[in-house]
């Protein structure tokens, strides 16, 4: 049963276009992030939100807008794609914001603009 | 700001060799410190973790001890095998309730047979 699942696995799209990334937990857990991964495998938070309130906003452009409908649900919304955006997406989850706890990650959407 | 620095790779090691990924970390007040593993084409597990100075984390043989002193993290195994191959990443969070992970480069190990 999987814990953290994202849709869709693989994401191409042109550029200009509007797409969405959807995560789900299913763990009970109260925070969920999202996270960006370069090409050179550097990881770098954007957003985060604790009991469907957003905690942590990273200085990414306002084409992204995350979304949180409930707590086992963080969307991830994208406006107007460049070709920047092109990287692999996680979304996590972890049982609160403490710094002590682990983080589940999801197997991440891979997004290519073309 | 919070930062972390760990060795860049690639390390590539004979299967049964011992290694060592250094990190070394920047922080005010007192983080916990974490290796997380990707394994190709998937997302992060958690390998281990620290939450005090002179906690030793340990997982599948992996260890690393929370260095206060030296602001080090470094992971090390004694014997690697070829499933090891994957890329390592230190990372660290924050106080209080910013909980989101800072990530080192990460390094990508090869293992061969």
């Known amino acids: 049963d999987t814990a953290v699942s994202q849709t869709p696995k693989y994401l191409v799209t042109q550029m200009g276009n509007d797409k969405s990334i959807k995560c789900e937990q299913n763990l009970g857990h109260d925070t969920m992030y999202w996270y960006k991964q370069d090409s050179k495998k550097f990881l770098k938070i954007m957003f985060s939100?604790?009991?469907?309130?957003?905690?942590i906003n990273e200085t990414v452009p306002n084409r992204f807008s995350p979304k949180s409908p409930d707590k086992a649900h963080l969307n991830l919304h994208i406006n107007s794609l460049e070709l920047g955006d092109s990287a692999v997406y996680f979304c996590a989850s972890s049982p609160n914001p403490g710094g002590a706890y682990e983080q589940f990650f999801g197997p991440g959407t891979r997004l290519t603009v073309l | 700001g919070n930062s972390v620095t760990q060795m860049e790779g690639p390390v590539t090691l004979s299967e049964e060799a011992f290694l060592t990924i250094n990190c070394t970390y920047t922080a005010t007040g007192y983080p916990s410190l974490f290796w997380y593993v990707q394994y190709p084409g998937e997302g992060l597990q958690l390998l281990l973790k620290a939450t005090k100075a002179d906690d030793k984390g340990s997982n599948k043989g992996f260890e690393a001890t929370y260095r206060k002193e030296t602001t080090s993290f470094h992971l090390e195994k004694g014997s690697v095998q070829v499933s090891d191959s994957a890329v390592y990443f230190c990372?660290?969070?924050?106080?209080?309730?910013?909980?989101?992970?800072?990530f080192g480069k990460g390094t990508k190990l090869s293992v061969k047979p």
């Open positions: 990372a660290l969070t924050q106080g209080g309730s910013q909980g989101n992970l800072i």
């Open positions: 939100y604790n009991n469907k309130e957003l905690i």
